[in-house]
């Protein structure tokens, strides 16, 4: 008995269900749709009004009969004694539930007549029930992915549907949508919020309502464009304008009312403002005619000003329409590309560099002189624009282009150029031994433009500094010296090995341009003159004033280096260290030996000149005696006497001579000696000299021949010592004179000089003797009868030059010499040399 209340229970559950559904689809059906599909639903909407009524009847009689089963189930339960009346109640039952089965069954044929899916959702329930013919959608899959919108909709549409549906669910909102499936199906979404559950119907459009939905779109779509095209218009700088068939004035925006001056575009159709004049609105209305369509570059006068534009107009339907783009500063811009272009023409003419212009279509636009000298091409075969290939092909056949293995593939690469946009570079080495530098650019406007410069030069001098850069550097680091380079920034850019030994440095170290500074510390354990340091590093880091420096660094160990700087022409400085230790100490013992002899030729002097005055003392008393001998009031002589006295009388001139040139000269050498300047009588002090000698002149049977010019006139001078000197020379004359041979003596005057000459017929001076003959106690008696002191020519010089002149000296052995002395007649020099 429990089981056939349960199954009663069950089967009214369900047919509670249909019931309830079969109204909601019906309440669904029954929400007012847009103004089109409106009649088409009205015979349904009529069609469900009975039905409606209908099932609110059957649902009281059904709960009326619900209650009456319940109570007699019941009284079946407890009472337990009417088994046929139980029957009959149960078979009852069954009769209503098949009742109200096929009254749901009608519902649900009646709302799923046409495909179409209901979806719900009941209020606080995120489980929806879905129904109806799935397959509408997705021909495979569960129906569930039905809500998965992007799985049978693009993706636009999809986003739209899922905002729509959750507006529905959170607000309310219904919607109306209609959308394309992703296999191309036009569906209608409607959503509506009824009895507190969101319920969403997709159906499928065809038919008369399918075609109204598309008539609907198109229109609306139509009208938006144009609303859209009439704005862009309004809102369009550039004047635009539609004309009837008939010609006249329809549409104008406003940039067209404002380049005619009209008030609006009434005024200006109904005055039929043009834009264009009447010749060229005459050539516009032929083109259209002919063509349809206009183009053609204007000008026009617009709110007064003359500009140029760009016209262009199109036939449409019976009318035309037209727009005129302001194109005055294009016009512009295209004279000055034109004049722009013609002086980088003009420029490209005057280039060395070979340039060719080839344009998109690879024939050759532009060539310069260059580059037909260049390649010795002929100036016709130029200006015919042939393609970059006969070019090519013309210059292989004349063996020009470098040898290529396979020349297809080689130009293929070349002219890779026409589609990229990076720059090429190249170098082409000639079978004629020359060399070119080929720089390949696209151009803008396409086509390729090639530059050709001739590099053999640059590749010979590149080749030959190379090798000179390698003999410098082989140089440098053979020197013996320490060589380093340092940049304007203070850093080590170049050194030589000599240079780290010298220093104790790490050649890696150096490697890595390490500054003055630290090259300064790593030094200084060597040397460590900070005074030094600091003028090296100013002479490395000055930015003016650069100039040389020369250092004597003595270091630690003992050694001594020289240090000189030289400023470089690039700004670098170069310092060099030479290793002077065995150079210092041979000046070292040099300077102490030079020292020694200056002193010990210091002490020669004070003996001279000391014993010089302890001999006058004695030889004044020797001559005094022997004149007072001589004299003949003292008393006679005897023969042998006389001779003796006479002896010692020449001995002691000769020795008081010798006395007075030793005291000269070291008179001379203390810097003390003045002369007592006056005018010099030349004949006299010729005179004066030669008088000395004439005993000896007559003893040797020599005789003087004295040659004075005329105009010599006189000279300021020391009397005394010009003859002094005079006397010397004569004296030395007639000493290596031969017997019977005559010694010359003369005198004349240049423009600026006195000049005296003394020749003899002697044997002459050896050359050897030549550099020395002036050095004091230097004789050369050259086996003659006597030998002097060798004291007169060096007293000779010292007076001469005392006077501001000088001594020459002309010997040939065999044939005697010649002195000369020049005296200067300028009184200033003569004052200088005597201070």
């Not at 899916?117 to 606080?124: F, M, P, R």
């Not at 309004?234 to 004047?239: E, G, K, M, N």
């Not at 003045?674 to 003893?699: C, F, H, M, N, S």
């Amino acid at each position: 008995m429990s089981g056939v209340i349960g199954s009663m229970r069950r089967t009214l559950l369900s047919c509670s269900s249909l019931a309830r559904n079969g109204l909601i689809g019906l309440a669904a059906t029954a929400v007012p749709l847009a103004a089109p599909a409106r009649a088409a639903n009205a015979s349904l909407f009529d069609t469900f009004s009975p039905l409606l009524d209908f099932n609110r009847q059957e649902i009281a009689v059904l709960t009326t009969a619900l209650a009456l089963l319940g109570f007699s189930v019941l009284s079946a339960i407890l009472l337990m004694h009417n088994r046929i009346r139980a029957a009959k109640s149960e078979s009852r039952l069954h009769a209503v539930i098949e009742g109200l089965q096929l009254q749901a069954d009608r519902y649900r044929a009646l709302l799923f007549a046409e495909p179409q899916i209901l979806i719900s959702w009941a209020a606080g329930d995120n489980r929806p029930r879905i129904s109806g013919d799935t397959s509408l959608l997705m021909r495979e899959d569960t129906p569930q992915r039905i809500l998965a919108f992007g799985t049978w909709l693009p993706p636009e549409p999809a986003l739209q549907m899922d905002h729509a549906v959750d507006a529905l669910r959170e607000t309310g909102e219904g919607f109306l949508l209609n959308l394309t499936t992703a296999s191309g199906h036009p569906v209608e979404a409607m959503g509506r919020a009824i009895g507190g559950q969101a319920i969403v119907r997709i159906r499928e459009l065809s038919g008369l309502r399918r075609e109204l939905a598309e008539t609907n779109f198109r229109l609306k779509t139509l009208i938006e464009e144009t609303e859209m095209l009439r704005g862009f218009a309004d809102a369009s700088p550039f004047p635009i304008w539609a004309k009837s068939a008939k010609g006249d004035l329809s549409y104008a925006n406003a940039a067209y009312i404002q380049a005619t001056e009209a008030s609006s575009v009434v005024d200006a159709v109904e005055r039929h403002l043009e834009l264009l004049d009447s010749d060229d609105r005459s050539e516009m209305e032929r083109a259209l005619d002919a063509t349809n369509a206009f183009n053609a570059r204007l000008p026009i006068v617009a709110r007064g000003e003359r500009r140029i534009y760009d016209v262009r107009a199109v036939t449409v339907g019976g009318g035309s329409v037209g727009v005129a783009i302001d194109a005055s500063e294009a016009d512009a811009l295209s004279s000055a590309l034109v004049r722009m272009a013609e002086a980088h023409r003009r420029t490209l003419d005057q280039l060395s560099s070979g340039v060719a212009v080839f344009d998109g279509q690879r024939r050759l636009a532009f060539h310069n002189d260059s580059y037909r000298r260049l390649w010795d091409l002929d100036a016709g075969f130029l200006d015919s624009h042939p393609d970059d290939s006969s070019v090519l092909d013309k210059l292989r056949a004349a063996r020009k282009l470098p040898e290529q293995a396979d020349f297809r593939a080689w130009k293929a690469k070349l002219h890779e150029a026409y589609r990229t946009i990076e720059t090429a570079k190249d170098t082409w080495f000639l079978p004629d031994g020359r060399a070119l530098s080929v720089v390949t650019t696209s151009n803008p406007e396409g086509g390729v433009t090639y530059l050709f410069d001739d590099v053999t030069e640059s590749f010979d001098l590149a080749r030959r500094f190379d090798g000179l850069i390698r003999v410098q550097r082989e140089t440098l680091d053979s020197l013996a010296e320490g060589v380093a380079v340092f940049g304007s920034n203070g850093r080590a850019q170049l050194f030589n090995p000599a240079f780290a030994k010298m220093w104790k440095l790490s050649p890696e170290a150096l490697r890595e341009e390490p500054h003055i500074e630290t090259v300064e510390a790593w030094c200084k354990p060597l040397f460590d003159d900070l005074r030094a340091w600091r003028t090296i590093r100013e002479a490395i880091t000055a930015i003016e004033n650069r100039t040389d420096i020369q250092l004597k660094l003595e270091r630690k160990d003992g050694s001594v280096l020289e240090c000189m700087s030289r400023p470089l022409p690039d700004g670098a400085t170069m310092l060099t260290f030479q290793d002077i230790t065995d150079t210092e100490n041979v000046e070292r013992a040099l300077r102490e030996s030079n020292e020694a002899l200056e002193a010990a030729g210091q002490m020669k002097l004070n003996f001279v000149h000391h014993v010089s005055y302890e001999l006058r003392a004695p030889l004044t008393t020797i001559i005094g005696f022997a004149h007072f001998l001589a004299d003949p009031a003292t008393g006679p002589l005897t023969p042998k006497q006389a001779e003796y006295l006479d002896y010692v009388t020449k001995s002691t001139n000769a020795l008081m001579a010798l006395t007075d040139s030793i005291l000269d000269l070291a008179t001379i050498d203390a810097g003390a000696m003045k002369l007592e300047l006056g005018p010099v009588d030349i004949p006299k002090a010729i005179e004066a000299a030669a008088e000395g000698l004439q005993d000896r002149l007559a003893t040797e049977r020599i005789r003087l021949k004295i040659d004075i010019a005329p105009n010599v006139g006189t000279f300021v001078g020391d009397q005394r010592r010009v003859v002094q000197v005079l006397y010397n020379l004569l004296a030395n004359a007639v000493g290596f004179s031969p017997p019977d041979s005559i010694v010359v003596i003369s005198a004349a005057r240049t423009e600026r000089n006195v000049v005296f000459t003394v020749s003899d017929s002697g044997p002459g001076i050896a050359p050897d003797f030549r550099q020395k003959m002036f050095d004091r106690f230097e004789s050369y008696s050259h086996g003659l009868r006597r030998r002097g002191p060798g004291l007169g020519l060096s007293l000779v010089e010292s007076f001469v030059q005392l006077h501001g002149g000088k001594v020459r000296v002309d010997s040939t052995v065999g044939k005697g010499t010649t002195v000369s002395c020049e005296f200067p007649i300028d009184q200033a020099v003569q004052r200088d040399a005597a201070e």
